[in-house]
């Protein structure tokens, strides 16, 4: 998943597209813990996915923000 990707969607879409990443994330410790997980790499680009959805939700927030103060 690329940041140029996630600039594109809307907060909403974001905030479900950060659901379902924090659903993998929880399914991929649950099976490391079982010792059932076989791609251990997929648990960081997981990690490093909410993040990225984290930042441009806080980027989108913070336009939103800076645009609403400049208008009044």
Do not use: C, G, W, Y
């Amino acid at each position: 998943m690329h940041a140029s990707e996630l600039r594109d969607k809307t907060p909403d879409q974001l905030r479900d597209q950060l659901v379902q990443l924090k659903k993998e994330a929880f399914n991929l410790r649950f099976q490391q813990a079982t010792s059932q997980l076989e791609n251990t790499a997929r648990m960081r680009s997981v990690r490093r996915d909410v993040a990225r959805v984290k930042t441009i939700l806080n980027q989108k927030a913070a336009d939103a923000a800076k645009t609403d103060s400049t208008e009044a």
